[in-house]
T-cell receptor, first 117, second 115 residues
Framework: DTGVSQNPRHKITKRGQNVTFRCDPI?????LYWYRQTLGQGPEFLTY????????KSRLLSDRFSAERPKGSFSTLEIQRTEQGDSAMYLC???????????????FGPGTRLLVL | GENVEQHPSTLSVQEGDSAVIKCTYS??????FPWYKQELGKRPQLIID?????GEKKDQRIAVTLNKTAKHFSLHITETQPEDSAVYFC??????????????FGPGTRLSVLP
């Protein structure tokens, strides 16, 4: 499978626990994005990497959230001290990252569904 | 920042009829407009996209039109089939910062195609 993959697909945790999600982008893609999607809503942008550099973070990304892409390949999203409001689908997407023009397709992974009890 | 609105929120059509979903955006710098289809429990899948230098793009039964002056774009699905039933999301993005772009998505339209 050469698409974007995410693990785990489902995570149930208790409030206050830490969770970590992993995203493996399409192999030749330089750009990696994290989104959060709640029921009945479109995906909301969280953060974005160009190779290993985290270039942009949304105001939605509180200091309990941290994302890394240490070698410019896979990425992890960690949520510390989870709250019930963190329950959502966390989607990862990747794109090729070519030079200008930058309008390019983002390919989504299947998501990790988080439920905080 | 960018704000994307999408209408209608739900749409029911008879099989074989056409469906139209409309989106408006606020940032005149936005220059890329993809449409994604998301079936229940599955990932968003790109179905068509349009860049700001064209006004219309068609791919078989699916077409997208863009009016940059009015800042709106629309998805048209002709000869709808039951497998077209899904949630459709529009998005807008700009690439002015030379660092790629993030998408701002609309809230989605739930399309039901009735047999």
């Amino acid at each position: 499978d050469t698409g974007v993959s995410q693990n785990p697909r489902h995570k149930i945790t208790k409030r206050g626990q830490n969770v970590t999600f992993r995203c493996d982008p399409i192999s030749e893609h330089n750009r990696l994005y994290w989104y959060r999607q709640t029921l009945g809503q479109g995906p909301e942008f969280l953060t974005y990497f160009q190779n290993e550099a985290q270039l942009e973070k949304s105001r939605l990304l509180s200091d309990r959230f941290s994302a890394e892409r240490p070698k410019g390949s896979f990425s992890t999203l960690e949520i510390q001290r989870t709250e019930q409001g963190d329950s959502a689908m966390y989607l990862c997407a990747s794109s090729r990252g070519v030079a200008y023009p930058f309008e390019e397709t983002q390919y989504f992974g299947p998501g990790t569904r988080l439920l905080v009890l | 920042g960018e704000n994307v609105e999408q209408h209608p929120s739900t749409l029911s059509v008879q099989e074989g009829d056409s469906a139209v979903i409309k989106c408006t955006y606020s940032d005149s710098a936005s220059n890329y407009f993809p449409w994604y289809k998301q079936e229940l429990g599955k990932r968003p899948q790109l179905i068509i996209d349009i860049r700001s230098n064209v006004g219309e793009k068609k791919d078989q039964r699916i077409a997208v039109t863009l009016n940059k002056t009015a800042k709106h774009f629309s998805l048209h699905i002709t000869e709808t089939q039951p497998e077209d039933s899904a949630v459709y999301f529009c998005a807008a993005s700009s690439s002015r910062d030379n660092y790629g772009q993030n998408f701002v998505f609309g809230p989605g339209t739930r399309l039901s195609v009735l047999p």
